[in-house]
């Protein structure tokens, strides 16, 4: 080992999506954080590029979204998914995100999020997530560095890590190490203790190509067009808006890759065009797993992203699924370090989080089985298919039919999207059951532990932003009426818990004014009381309107209860540089 070794607050293993989200997160608390990442560099894989509106509205308030201006593939060029018998012989079956224009698309998410679902390569996300992340002074990002050796040593973790170029091996301390190294987790593999695993899809091939297909493949403007073919079964995926390159994924049971001349004639087979000319650039070979990590915490390592849960891409759940992990327990984590909460709050990020990671390797596992039976059903009995590329009108109906509730599943999953609820100790219930939630339908409530719900306003100066562009750096307490006594209660308990609690006056004389009456059906503020949002976005507690000079008890029990501390525990002090923000 060379050198004395380096402590730090937080070690992140992993540099992709997840891990970079978190070093944002961290270095924005102003934590010391160091991450490890085996690749020279961020992703340049053709892989992850839906972006749902939730991570959407993280990447808006976090800068990256603005970096994505004008990158990724415009709604008409992505527009769902196509089912073809062949591609020259047109589409039988689709399921389309928007059946309107563009602007009816936009229009209906904002009523819903100040952001829309997104295809956005994972190129250019992950290396915005990397650029905001590097601006933290107290973020050091090391790629091309292996971690290989970690211990948890009971009050820290020690980690060996290795620089591939130099060979160059050296410690490094930290008091949480966090694991987002993927489906493949290295410290998983070392640390963890118990998997519960589903099936494998094993041997897909991705090819990335050259050829003439924007009037025939592109004309329709899927993001994936299916061929049926069983004999050219696969997907093809848009070409890429960077580098015009077009994508095709199918099944493969050979241990070497297929030469060109077979991928030549797969291509041109699953797109029925026998002689067209096109230029294999590059071929490669994936297995996708399915599990989920029964305990995501063993002491002061804990897990996020593909590193606790792993499955199929199919529904863009992943990348999705992992940022927000890293956003729900950045903010618990900067408490816990700074001293205002104690280490027990860590224990509701898995409370929160496992369930919906449950339901995500459970869809993701549905969708990819349920296409597979839809492809070998449609097959069974249409001779016609091998012969002349049709299927019989019955074999058409049946398809149909089958695609619109896949399609729900796979594309149209707002509820997924927006819908999730949390209950654990960080939350306060009031006894109002939230809304169901499913993976397609999604209903606004301020309910506690759900997502706080996006409402247009508009600021002092007359600029439109959303609520959600509100939520991150602290709790947020969002107020009508009675605002200076909130205001009071909220600088006096920051203070005293070392919490950074911010008031957000909406109305007469406030901060800001609602865009439409939505602010008031959703919010419960109008008599008085107040909504409590945590940093990651969740609604924690709705306060009843409080009688003179209530309002600071109310608050301080309020907050005392979220971070877990006993009722006998002496509030941690504040921080020089953290006083809590007001207004």
């Given at each position: 080992m060379n050198?004395a ?6 070690a ?9 989200a978190?070093?944002y997160?961290?270095g ?12 020279p560099s961020?992703?340049?894989l053709p892989?992850g590029?839906y972006?749902?509106?939730s991570t959407?509205?993280?990447y808006?308030?976090?800068g ?5 201006e004008g990158k ?7 527009n769902?998914?196509g089912?073809?018998?062949r591609?020259?012989?047109g589409p039988?079956?689709d399921?389309?995100s ?20 997104r295809?956005v390569p994972?190129?250019?996300?992950e290396?915005a997530?990397r650029?905001?992340?590097a ?5 050091a990002?090391?790629f091309?560095t292996?971690?290989v050796d970690?211990?948890d040593?009971g009050?820290?973790v020690r980690l060996a ?6 060979g160059?091996?050296?410690e490094v301390?930290a008091?949480y190490?966090?694991?987002c190294?993927?489906?493949r987790?290295f ?5 963890g203790?118990?998997?519960d695993?589903?099936p494998?899809f094993?041997?897909?091939v991705l090819?990335?190509f050259?050829?003439d297909l924007?009037?025939?493949?592109g ?26 390159l077009w994508r095709y994924?199918?099944?493969?049971d ?10 030549l004639e797969r291509i041109?087979?699953a797109l ?6 096109v230029e294999i ?12 990590l ?21 529904g863009?759940f992943?990348a999705?699924?992992?940022v927000?992990?890293?956003n ?11 001293g205002?909460a104690p280490?027990?709050?860590l224990?509701t990020?898995?409370?929160e989080?496992?369930?919906?990671a449950?339901?995500?390797v ?7 089985l349920n296409f597979?039976?839809i492809?070998a059903?449609?097959?069974?009995g249409e ?9 019989s009108p019955?074999?058409v109906?049946?398809?149909r ?6 399609g729900d599943?796979s594309?149209?999953h707002?509820?997924?999207q927006?819908?999730?609820?949390y209950d ?8 109002d059951?939230?809304?169901r939630?499913?993976?397609?339908h999604?209903e606004?409530?301020t ?11 508009y600021d ?5 932003l959303s609520?959600v ?7 947020s307490l969002v107020v009508?009426?009675?605002?200076q006594?909130?205001t009071?209660?909220?600088r006096a308990v920051?203070r ?12 007469a004389g406030?901060h ?11 919010y419960?503020?109008?008599d ?7 940093p990651?976005?969740?609604?924690a507690r709705r306060?009843?309107a409080q ?7 109310a608050?301080?029990d ?7 501390l ?5 509030a ?7 006083e809590a923000p007001?207004?």
């Amino acid at each position: 080992m060379n050198g004395a070794m380096a402590q730090v607050d937080v070690a992140i293993c992993g540099g992709g999506p997840v891990g970079l989200a978190l070093a944002y997160l961290l270095g924005r608390e102003g934590l010391r954080v160091a991450l490890f990442e085996k690749r020279p560099s961020t992703t340049v894989l053709p892989k992850g590029q839906y972006v749902h509106a939730s991570t959407a509205e993280l990447y808006r308030q976090w800068g990256v979204w603005e970096l994505l201006e004008g990158k990724g593939w415009s709604i008409p060029r992505s527009n769902g998914q196509g089912f073809y018998v062949r591609i020259a012989q047109g589409p039988v079956a689709d399921v389309r995100s928007s059946l309107g224009t563009d602007a009816e698309y936009e229009h209906k998410w904002a009523q819903l999020a100040p952001v829309y679902p997104r295809k956005v390569p994972a190129s250019d996300y992950e290396a915005a997530l990397r650029h905001q992340a590097a601006a933290w002074q107290s973020v050091a990002l090391h790629f091309g560095t292996q971690v290989v050796d970690v211990e948890d040593q009971g009050s820290a973790v020690r980690l060996a890590v290795k620089e591939l170029e130099s060979g160059a091996l050296r410690e490094v301390g930290a008091r949480y190490l966090v694991a987002c190294d993927g489906a493949r987790s290295f410290v998983r593999n070392r640390i963890g203790r118990g998997e519960d695993h589903g099936p494998t899809f094993g041997n897909q091939v991705l090819a990335e190509f050259r050829a003439d297909l924007d009037d025939t493949l592109g004309r329709d403007g899927y993001f994936h067009s299916f061929v049926l073919d069983p004999r050219h079964a696969g997907w093809f995926g848009s070409k890429h808006p960077d580098t015009g390159l077009w994508r095709y994924s199918f099944r493969h049971d050979e241990d070497t890759l297929p030469d060109t001349a077979a991928l030549l004639e797969r291509i041109r087979g699953a797109l029925g065009m026998p002689d067209l000319p096109v230029e294999i650039v590059r071929v490669y070979r994936f297995d996708y797993t399915t599990g989920l990590l029964r305990k995501w915490r063993e002491g002061n390592v804990l897990f996020a992203g593909d590193a606790a849960h792993w499955h199929s891409p199919w529904g863009g759940f992943g990348a999705n699924t992992g940022v927000q992990d890293a956003n729900n327990l950045a903010w618990k984590l900067g408490l816990v370090l700074r001293g205002a909460a104690p280490d027990t709050l860590l224990d509701t990020y898995e409370v929160e989080r496992k369930g919906k990671a449950l339901l995500t390797v459970k869809a993701a596992t549905y969708n990819s089985l349920n296409f597979q039976a839809i492809a070998a059903a449609i097959a069974v009995g249409e001779p016609g298919v091998s012969l002349h590329g049709t299927f019989s009108p019955q074999a058409v109906a049946f398809l149909r039919e089958c695609v619109a509730p896949h399609g729900d599943n796979s594309v149209l999953h707002t509820g997924f999207q927006l819908g999730t609820v949390y209950d654990s100790a960080a939350v306060i219930r009031d006894g109002d059951e939230p809304p169901r939630a499913t993976l397609e339908h999604y209903e606004e409530s301020t309910v506690p532990g759900v997502r706080a719900p996006h409402v247009w306003l508009y600021d002092s100066a007359g600029r439109r932003l959303s609520t959600v562009d509100l939520w991150g750096t602290a709790f947020s307490l969002v107020v009508q009426r009675d605002a200076q006594a909130w205001t009071q209660a909220a600088r006096a308990v920051g203070r005293e818990l070392g919490v950074a609690l911010r008031v957000v006056h909406i109305g007469a004389g406030g901060h800001y004014r609602a865009d439409e009456p939505k602010f008031g059906r959703l919010y419960p503020v109008a008599d008085g009381g107040a909504v409590l949002v945590r940093p990651d976005g969740f609604v924690a507690r709705r306060l009843p309107a409080q009688a003179e000079g209530a309002a600071g008890p109310a608050l301080r029990d309020t907050l005392r209860r979220l971070l877990t501390l006993e009722p006998d525990t002496r509030a941690a002090a504040s921080l020089p540089g953290q006083e809590a923000p007001v207004g």
